[in-house]
């Protein structure tokens, strides 16, 4: 054999003497337990930031559709005092509608 094989021979058997660790029999179970408490508690400071939030947006946005509902009016009639001005509607005319 050459010193390369030789080597080679003793780097595959180095490992032959270990032997292999016992492992905790309740290490399965205490893994579980540890994820089911990371799962199972939230934060108060999160439940409550969320509510805000959610309060947030729901104030936003009625607030942002009353706004809108009465520009939509006020610019309807602004509308219709231009077109009035450049003669666009003609008060006379009858709606068969």
């Given at each position: 054999?050459?010193?390369?094989?030789?080597?080679?021979?003793?780097?595959?058997?180095?490992?032959?003497?270990?032997?292999?660790?016992?492992?905790?029999?309740?290490?399965?179970?205490?893994?579980?337990?540890?994820?089911?408490?990371?799962?199972?508690?939230?934060?108060?400071?999160?439940?409550?930031?969320?509510?805000?939030?959610?309060?947030?947006?729901?104030?936003?946005?009625v607030f942002i559709i009353t706004t809108s509902k009465s520009n939509a009016i006020e610019n309807n009639?602004?509308?219709?005092?231009?077109?009035?001005?450049?003669?666009?509607?003609?008060?006379?005319?009858?709606?068969?509608?």
């Amino acid at each position: 054999m050459n010193t390369k094989q030789k080597w080679i021979n003793e780097v595959e058997n180095s490992l032959d003497g270990l032997n292999s660790l016992e492992v905790n029999p309740y290490l399965y179970s205490k893994i579980i337990n540890r994820l089911n408490e990371r799962v199972d508690q939230t934060s108060p400071k999160i439940i409550w930031a969320s509510i805000a939030s959610f309060v947030v947006i729901i104030t936003l946005n009625v607030f942002i559709i009353t706004t809108s509902k009465s520009n939509a009016i006020e610019n309807n009639s602004d509308l219709q005092i231009v077109a009035k001005q450049y003669q666009l509607i003609n008060e006379n005319t009858i709606n068969y509608n």
